[in-house]
């Protein structure tokens, strides 16, 4: 409680108050730095899991809050990969949002035009005159052919149906754009496809046009499917495939099904952990609570930033999601989020520093000796719940480490470099990243490459460091120095 009053002093539009409880005083606030919100979700979903298991705790002792609904996705698929059951309290899972469903089953019909549920689901979605009474005609008439409904519009005028005039050159319109997905299966990534698929069908549009708050959130919505088919074919590759093998959209769609075949709505089930907006967290508590998604322009929301009185109101929520942790609140925020497809560089919350230190639990620093042992090659798929790191008994010699300050920043941000390296470190020094060497990072201090992979803008590395393990860096934001 010390520490949501330490947050809601900072606010100067508020009645001077300092809130108590009677229960015990609960443990500090944990910080969760994740490279990516991926692995934010990751992190999230495994720290339950450990406490779970080491308290011997139900699922519904625990609760995930974020910002907005959009977030849930990479939360709700680290959950599902762990196999523990949750619930969106006041709300559907991310694949069971209509939005959602609505592109996926354009993305279905683009694998597969035989799709008679995603067909029938997106027909006539966005409305392009294709009416309920001309649908039932279809159905009807594949029904006594025992035909798929497909086989049935692309023969319409064979089969006699009557169609002309809007309705026929509907149909024939809807025909040609699902074929046109279908022949780019194998020639396009599956995001570029899957980004072409939402504007072609008319999808982004139809939602672009709804300037409601529902309208922003169904929208984020789709940000958020696209940022996880982008994810997707960045990832690294999984055993069976090739370094820079393309991925495209008819494996991103069995990744989605097997995520989602186990889908139950069993409303007797109470014990699960609950996943909310912090609006939707007012005046419910729970032992274990996780603050999801603390960055700059996401909480506070990049539309309160410029004005003092909504700042306020985004930091009164602030408190509002520390409070409702009877035993112990876990705050956690990404370096890097994808914005439609993009991946950006994310900032920590301004209200992270606003708690008072004393209530703060920072994640503890790993000793150097931990870089000079010999690790062995990580796994193609990360497990879950994640393996220790594997090490050699025998560990190499310790190598002296680089002088401070006699680092070279590479990367494509250099506004802190050096004035004497500015002009050289550039994208041309991906090449001079190779394994064994020792680099130093902004934000994870010091490490060493362990592999290289890739190229020009998309060559990675991997790096173990001594404050926080072993990370997967894209060296165009990595801004290493070495």
């Known amino acids: 409680m010390q520490a949501a009053n330490s947050i809601i002093a900072n606010n100067k539009d508020q009645i001077q108050k300092e809130v108590w409880t009677d229960n015990e005083a609960g443990q500090p606030i944990k910080i969760i730095k994740a490279t990516s919100d991926t692995e934010e979700g990751v992190m999230v979903a495994n720290s339950i899991f450990e406490i779970k298991m080491n308290e011997q705790l139900r699922n519904d002792a625990f609760a995930i809050l974020y910002r907005t609904n959009a977030q849930s996705r990479s939360l709700e698929e680290a959950l599902r990969r762990l196999n523990i059951p949750y619930r969106i309290y006041g709300g559907l899972s991310f694949y069971s949002r209509k939005e959602i469903k609505d592109l996926l089953a354009y993305f279905r019909l683009a694998v597969n035009p035989l799709d008679e549920e995603a067909l029938r689901r997106v027909i006539n979605y966005p409305h392009r005159g294709i009416g309920e009474t001309t649908l039932q005609k279809i159905t009807l008439l594949a029904g006594q052919a025992n035909l798929p409904i497909w086989e049935i519009i692309v023969h319409h005028s064979h089969y006699q149906l009557g169609l002309t005039g809007k309705t026929a050159t509907a149909i024939n319109n809807f025909i040609t754009m699902i074929l046109s997905f279908g022949a780019q299966l194998n020639t396009r990534s599956a995001f570029d496809l899957a980004e072409y698929i939402t504007k072609a069908s008319g999808v982004i549009k139809d939602i672009d046009e709804d300037k409601t708050i529902e309208g922003q959130a169904r929208m984020e919505n789709i940000e958020a499917l696209l940022n996880a088919v982008q994810e997707f074919v960045e990832r690294e590759p999984v055993a069976g495939e090739e370094t820079g093998e393309v991925r495209h959209l008819d494996q991103f769609m069995q990744e989605v099904s097997l995520l989602t075949d186990q889908d139950t709505d069993d409303k007797t089930d109470t ?3 609950s996943l909310m907006t912090i609006h939707q967290a007012k005046g419910l508590e729970f032992p274990y609570v996780f603050i999801a998604g603390l960055e700059e322009n996401l909480f506070p929301s990049f539309m309160s930033i410029n004005s003092r009185a909504d700042l306020e109101e985004e930091r009164r929520l ?10 112990k609140a876990t705050i956690s925020y990404a370096e890097s989020r994808y914005k439609w497809g993009q991946l950006t560089l994310s900032e920590p ?117 001594e404050s926080v393990g072993q990370k997967q860096l894209l060296l165009r934001f990595a801004k290493l120095r070495f």
Do not use: C
């Open 318 to 327: 602030f408190y509002v999601a520390v409070t409702r942790a009877e035993k």
């Open 271 to 273: 014990d699960r952990v």
């Open 349 to 465: 919350s301004r209200f992270i520093d606003e708690i008072d230190e004393r209530y703060v639990e920072r994640p503890a620093r790993a000793k150097w000796n931990r870089l000079t042992e010999e690790v062995k090659p990580k796994s193609p798929k990360p497990s879950y719940p994640p393996k220790q790191v594997q090490q050699s008994a025998n560990p190499a010699p310790k190598p002296t480490p680089p002088p401070a300050g006699n680092f070279k920043k590479v990367g494509s941000y250099q506004k802190d470099a050096p004035a004497e390296s500015a002009a050289t470190a550039g994208n041309d020094d991906y090449d001079k990243i190779a394994p064994g060497m020792m680099v130093e990072h902004a934000t994870f201090g010091k490490g060493k490459v362990l592999s290289v992979e890739g190229s020009g803008p998309n060559k990675k590395a991997s790096v173990l460091f």
